[in-house]
């Protein structure tokens, strides 16, 4: 496939969109190249869908979000327990991926995921539909500022390179919080630590996003009412913090 730019029709553009699509799919790296290339003038809009993806173009932010933050994720689940049967939530699950790995790590345990982008949640009930159809696995459209979920239900939630969007940072944890068992975790994995102006042409460009530094999710985490705050990063400028829900004295 020829992926030089071309002067494109209305038409022509379409079809070359969902071949960028496809492209991205299968790792096809020039084609993903081309791509981002192509969309330069657009950068700010296609962008947007790190946010909440939509359309066409979320389609493929989603797509390479699956294919792109893989060893993050790795990562962060290196700070989890090793119980297999624990009951899990991916706030911001967005293409699935991370669903995946969660279910491969507890075998016999179940996996739910909330997105509040329809793209997102369609993509990740594709990717696993197995799961799904197994009744181990359950995507949903929600938001995490108003969990559809009763009191203590989870035993470990998850967030992947999400809470940079999250309206209300406590009020959020608080909500994950009620969802979450006495004992559970809550597992929080940024790219991005805060810690220097590299990644400031992220929030320059995608509007709405905050780059949280250690400390003040820590803050955020404690007025929630988490305890027991573990901090981890390394040299790639990643970031893991993990929050515990123990049982309330007196």
């Known amino acids: 496939m020829d992926f030089t730019p071309p002067y494109e029709t209305v038409d022509s553009l379409k079809v070359r969109l969902k071949e960028m699509y496809d492209a991205v799919e299968i790792g096809n790296v020039k084609g993903v190249a081309w791509f981002v290339c192509w969309w330069g003038g657009n950068k700010m809009s296609f ?31 290196s700070f989890l327990g090793l119980s297999t049967d624990a009951a899990v939530l991916d706030c911001g699950c967005g293409g699935g991926a991370n669903l995946c790995k969660l279910l491969k790590r507890y075998p016999n345990g179940t996996v739910t995921g909330i997105d509040y982008s329809s793209v997102s949640v369609e993509k990740s009930k594709k990717l696993n539909a197995k799961t799904i159809s197994e009744g181990r696995c359950c995507v949903l459209e ?28 406590v009020d959020c944890f608080r909500e994950v919080y009620r969802v979450t068992k006495t004992g559970g975790i809550f597992l929080i994995c940024n790219e991005a630590t805060g810690d220097t102006d590299k990644n400031d042409k992220w929030t320059q ?4 996003m905050t780059i949280y530094r250690d ?31 123990q049982e309330k004295l007196g």
């Open 205 to 208: 460009l995608i509007d709405g």
């Open 142 to 169: 929600a938001s995490v500022a108003v969990l559809p979920f009763e009191d203590n239900k989870f035993d470990v939630v998850t967030a992947f390179e999400t809470v940079y969007f999250w309206p209300g940072l």
């Open 47 to 77: 962008f947007e869908n790190t946010k909440k993806p939509e359309g066409l173009g979320g389609k493929i932010m989603v797509a390479m979000m699956n294919s792109g933050h893989g060893k993050l994720a790795d990562w962060g689940m």
């Open 215 to 245: 400390a003040q999710l820590k803050t955020a985490l404690r007025e929630a009412g988490f305890t027991n705050i573990q901090i981890h990063k390394n040299k790639k400028d990643w970031l893991c913090v993990t929050g515990q829900k």
